[in-house]
């Protein structure tokens, strides 16, 4: 039950819900999810920290970039089932559009420099 709650209480927060939508779409490293939802980068960590350790989302390292990606759920069958049909869920919601549109906007070299 207590990987249940993980993930359940990771996808309760608005912010968290559209980082996933976002991912659905392509990887993103920290500046452009601060850019597309447009709140501070230490909130931003925060929120992908607690999805990471929920299994809806993972990272790896490219160079000096971290890229964030929707795991495949083989971690746990809560957050596997959720992230499939989230696939599905709110892709008419207004915000998720309007989300959508900005992040397609968005370039991580025109935003931030990974740091040396």
């Known amino acids: 039950m207590r990987e249940f ?3 359940m209480k990771a ?6 819900v559209k980082l996933l939508k ?16 447009g709140i501070a980068q230490p909130t931003v960590s925060k929120h992908l920290k607690i999805l990471e350790d929920a299994g809806l ?3 790896e390292k490219d160079g000096l970039w971290v890229n964030y990606f929707l795991s495949d759920g083989g971690r746990s069958p809560y957050a596997a089932s959720l ?4 696939k599905h869920w ?13 992040s397609d ?6 935003l931030c420099h990974p740091r040396d």
Request: hydrophobic share 40%; proline share 4%; with cysteine.
């Open 22 to 37: 976002m991912l659905q779409k392509r990887m993103m490293c920290v500046c452009e999810v601060q850019a597309s939802l």
């Open 90 to 102: 709110l892709n008419d919601d207004p915000e998720i559009r309007d989300l959508f549109g900005r």
């Open 11 to 16: 996808l309760s927060d608005p912010n968290r």
């Open 57 to 59: 989302v993972g990272r």
């Open 5 to 7: 709650i993980k993930v």
């Open 83 to 86: 992230l499939g049909n989230l």
């Open 105 to 110: 906007a968005i370039r991580r070299e025109d």
